[in-house]
Nanobody, 115 residues
Framework: VQLVESGGGLVQPGGSLRLSCAAS????????MSWYRQAPGKERELVAS????????NYSDSVKGRFTISRDNAKKMVNLQMNSLKPEDTAVYYC?????????WGQGTQVTVSS
């Protein structure tokens, strides 16, 4: 079971980034997928989740209206489109799934929002 994130980087406030997570080793289409983030000195927090079929999504209040989670079950990918980025969005972003009862995390991708 593996989750591999990509797409992080440095962006100016107000800019956009798109994160992607490639999944392998499990039946992706059956699992809820989530994005978490962890800023320096802070606890890891849930950013967004999407149901197995993609029809239901949830967002933290801090990103609602700015971020969009989506998935492609055929490609086994989950994405996070991040718009109107703020300095407080700076964090390591992690892809997550609970696969067969096991908490499964990607390695993380750094997002830095700074001028």
């Amino acid at each position: 079971v593996q989750l591999v994130e990509s797409g992080g980087g440095l962006v100016q406030p107000g800019g956009s980034l798109r994160l992607s997570c490639a999944a392998s080793g499990f039946l992706f289409r059956y699992y809820v997928m989530s994005w978490y983030r962890q800023a320096p000195g802070k606890e890891r927090e849930l950013v967004a989740s999407i149901s197995s079929g993609g029809g239901s999504t949830n967002y933290s209040d801090s990103v609602k209206g700015r971020f969009t989670i989506s998935r492609d079950n055929a490609k086994k990918m989950v994405n996070l489109q991040m718009n109107s980025l703020k300095p407080e969005d700076t964090a390591v972003y992690y892809c997550y799934a609970r696969v067969r009862g096991v908490h499964t995390w990607g390695q993380g991708t750094q997002v830095t929002v700074s001028s």
